[in-house]
């Protein structure tokens, strides 16, 4: 059974960088879209953006002059990094796996609360 | 781009059925077949219930049945469970190339 978790540091001081990782157990790294989306408190959830296995990424417009995202195909890891953050910033953040060429996510994390 | 729109609340009673609205916009629900639907319960992963409009993932209960009509999609969880009470958020593709969250709706099973 294909498993995600996230992990990183649960507070973080505003101007300074989040960073995140997401470890994939259960199933390979190839082959997938690994995407990063967020639900801010009383929010709902938006999608920051994905990176594939061979490194190509895809960020939202709204996102895209802070963010950064890696792959690490030999730890089967994915990073979120954002920068500058601010309060607004503070969301729980998760890691979902979607289908190569395929338009969903089959596989999520739990989630990580980080606070800024 | 602005969020999907849905209902922020439903309730029901166990065994009746209630469907949950999303709608969007040419740019995303009314130009592709992407319409997926997530369960989100309380400090578990989300869930994916429903992807390509209608399509259940493997071991998804029947229950919950989906469809599109130009920019607005919906979902329909028949026989309403107690195990159904949860959020839920309809996704699309889009035009950008992004993906695209609905506001979430809250379902209680009264």
């Known amino acids: 059974q294909v498993h995600l978790q996230e992990s990183g540091p649960g507070l973080v001081k505003p101007s300074e960088t989040l960073s995140l990782t997401c470890t994939v157990s259960?199933?390979?790294?190839?082959?997938?879209?690994w995407n990063w989306i967020r639900q801010t408190p009383g929010k709902g959830l938006e999608w920051i953006g994905y990176?594939?296995?061979?490194?190509?990424?895809n960020y939202d417009y709204s996102h895209r002059s802070r963010v950064a995202m890696s792959v690490d195909t030999s730890k089967n890891q994915v990073s979120l990094s954002l920068s500058y953050v601010t309060a607004a910033d503070t969301a729980v953040y998760y890691c979902?796996?979607?289908?190569?060429?395929?338009?969903?996510?089959?596989?999520w994390g739990q989630g990580i609360l980080v606070s800024v | 781009q602005s969020a999907l729109t849905q209902p922020a609340s439903m309730a029901g009673s166990p065994g009746q059925s209630i469907t949950i609205s999303c709608t969007g916009s040419s740019d995303d629900i009314g130009g592709f077949n992407y319409v997926s639907w997530y369960q989100l319960h309380p400090d578990k992963a989300p869930k994916l219930i429903i992807y390509d409009v209608y399509r259940r993932p493997s071991g998804v209960s029947p229950r919950f049945s989906a469809s599109k009509s130009g920019d607005a999609a919906s979902l329909t969880i028949s026989g309403l469970q107690a195990e159904d009470e949860a959020d839920y958020y309809c996704s699309s593709y889009t035009t950008s190339a992004s993906r695209i969250f609905g506001t979430g709706t809250k379902v209680t099973v009264l």
């Open positions: 979902a796996r979607a289908p190569g060429g395929l338009y969903y996510f089959d596989y």
């Open positions: 990176i594939y296995d061979t490194g190509r990424t």
């Open positions: 259960g199933g390979p790294i190839s082959g997938y879209y």
